[in-house]
């Protein structure tokens, strides 16, 4: 079994994209990564090709979203009143949902994490 992750990291940069079965798998090289694709493009062939293994990708990921600017919600025992927590919870952008956190998301170098949630 080759190594893998559903998940890029910087030591897991090299990807296949089956759209079929397995979605996005990052590897450590590009060797493990073309063994896997070799054995991923065969399983398209039944009696003949089916048409998604046009749609099997490779390549080497530099970049990838990641959580930016993440504030968590606030907890109503750190609120004197609940119209004090609503208050907050509107302000943070919490307001009618019961989200755990809010953040945006951005493009950033692989080596990035973004921030913990």
Same mark, same amino acid.
């Given at each position: 079994?080759?190594? #893998? ?5 910087? =030591?897991?940069?090299? /990807? ?10 990052? /590897?450590?090289? #590009?060797? @493990?990564? @073309? *063994?896997?694709?070799?054995? *991923? ?9 089916? =048409? ?9 990921? *530099? ?14 025992? $750190?609120?004197? !009143? $609940?119209?004090?927590? =609503?208050?907050?919870? #509107?302000?943070?952008? /919490? !307001?009618?949902? @019961? ?12 080596? @990035? ?5």
């Amino acid at each position: 079994m080759i190594d #893998s992750k559903h998940y890029p990291t910087p =030591e897991y940069r090299f /990807f296949l994209h089956d759209p079929d079965v397995d979605g996005m798998r990052y /590897f450590k090289s #590009s060797e @493990d990564r @073309d *063994t896997y694709a070799a054995a *991923t493009i065969q399983a398209y062939l039944d009696d003949c090709w089916s =048409e998604g293994v046009v749609q099997v990708v490779a390549g080497e990921i *530099t970049h990838h979203a990641v959580a930016k600017n993440v504030k968590l919600r606030p907890k109503r025992e $750190d609120f004197e !009143s $609940d119209e004090a927590h =609503e208050h907050a919870l #509107s302000d943070l952008g /919490f !307001s009618g949902n @019961d989200w755990d956190y809010v953040c945006n998301y951005e493009l950033a170098p692989i080596s @990035d994490p973004g921030e913990p949630i």
